[in-house]
């Protein structure tokens, strides 16, 4: 066997070996995000919602772990929920956001969204604003984000909410 031959074989037998790990049910594998468009609110009161669908088609789990953009303050990862008095709040996901393997993670008003904190002034309808997103394990994602009128983020809703 040359050299070149026994390396190849060797390769071979490391793929099968990886593959193999891939298998777990834990969450091992990796994953391979579908980032979705994504549309932003025009600000309204100093912040304004962005929505969007992230779809997670590998087999290993993955987090949304920060969003960032040139054109706010911050962005924050927010979830709206429901409290004991029956009132809806929005609350920090500081942890993140889990994007587990097989499942589509949806940011919606009335949900989980992102939340931008003081755009800037030139963030305005039918304009358009570059926002990163960082995750646990895949490459970031940066996405040009046009500006929309609330009710039409309001029209993807959850059901029900
Ligand atoms: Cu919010």
Same mark, same amino acid.
């Given at each position: 066997? !040359?050299?070149?031959?026994?390396?190849?074989?060797?390769?071979?037998?490391?793929?099968?070996?990886?593959?193999?790990?891939?298998?777990?049910? !834990?969450? #091992?594998?990796? /994953?391979?995000?579908?980032?979705?468009?994504?549309?932003? !609110? @025009? &600000?309204?009161?100093?912040? !304004?919602?962005?929505? *969007?669908?992230? +779809?997670?088609?590998?087999?290993?789990?993955?987090?949304?772990?920060?969003? #960032?953009? +040139?054109?706010? *303050?911050?962005?924050?990862?927010?979830?709206? @929920?429901?409290?004991?008095?029956?009132?809806?709040?929005?609350?920090?996901?500081?942890?993140?956001? &889990?994007?587990?393997?097989?499942?589509?993670?949806?940011?919606?008003?009335?949900?989980?969204?992102?939340?931008?904190?003081?755009?800037?002034?030139?963030?305005?309808?039918?304009?358009?604003?570059?926002?990163?997103?960082?995750?646990?394990?895949? /490459?970031?994602? #940066?996405?040009?984000?046009?500006?929309? /009128?609330?009710? +039409?983020?309001?029209?993807?809703?959850?059901?029900?909410?």
């Amino acid at each position: 066997m !040359s050299r070149a031959r026994r390396l190849r074989a060797a390769a071979a037998a490391a793929a099968v070996l990886l593959l193999g790990g891939c298998a777990g049910p !834990s969450g #091992t594998g990796t /994953p391979d995000l579908r980032v979705g468009t994504a549309r932003a !609110s @025009v &600000p309204a009161a100093g912040v !304004s919602q962005l929505v *969007l669908t992230i +779809e997670n088609v590998g087999d290993g789990d993955d987090r949304l772990v920060a969003a #960032t953009t +040139e054109r706010a *303050l911050a962005v924050e990862l927010h979830e709206t @929920v429901v409290d004991d008095e029956g009132r809806a709040v929005m609350t920090l996901r500081d942890d993140g956001v &889990p994007l587990p393997a097989g499942t589509t993670v949806r940011f919606r008003p009335g949900g989980l969204h992102l939340m931008l904190v003081v755009p800037d002034a030139d963030v305005v309808r039918g304009g358009t604003l570059p926002v990163t997103l960082a995750f646990d394990r895949s /490459p970031a994602v #940066t996405l040009e984000v046009a500006v929309v /009128p609330t009710v +039409e983020l309001l029209e993807d809703a959850p059901a029900g909410s």
